[in-house]
């Protein structure tokens, strides 16, 4: 199992304060026999008493190392290989990528970095590392 993103416990908060439970930490895809993979975060809110609760999994990144781009390429890679997982054993759980407030605004928002997003079909949690709170969901 890799090392927890630096900012694990601040989304968890987030995760939290908008009012998901925390299922799994970290929540385990076995695929085969090839690997298990280990996606940060797992989730489910009740939205009412007469329908089904959504669930979801959230890998996080924090985006502070010295090269932006090559953090977004392995973020980009492991969110299209967890999604494929998770399409094969819990195709009801949706996958987000949960990114910082400032890479969303700084980085993320670049038309190319936007292009790559929406046709990569990445779903984002943007999130205050200061106030510990999801400022955005990205569809």
């Known amino acids: 199992m890799s090392a927890r ?16 439970r925390i299922t799994h930490d970290p929540l385990l895809i076995r695929i085969e026999n090839i690997t298990d993979m280990y996606i940060d975060l797992g989730a ?4 009412a008493a007469e329908r089904e609760g959504e669930i979801i ?11 932006t781009i090559s953090e977004f390429h392995t973020a980009v890679g492991q969110f299209i290989n967890y999604r494929y997982a998770l399409e094969e054993i819990d195709s009801e759980r949706v996958l987000y990528l949960a990114v910082p407030l400032n890479t969303y605004n700084d980085f993320l928002n670049k038309p190319f970095i936007k292009t790559v997003i929406q046709r990569s079909q990445i779903n984002l949690i943007v999130y205050d590392v200061e106030t510990e709170e999801i400022t955005r969901w990205q569809i």
């Open 5 to 20: 993103d630096k900012f694990h416990n601040v989304v968890k908060s987030a995760l939290q304060k908008d009012g998901w």
């Open 44 to 47: 489910e809110r009740i939205i």
């Open 57 to 67: 999994a959230v890998e996080v990144k924090s985006f502070i190392g010295t090269s």
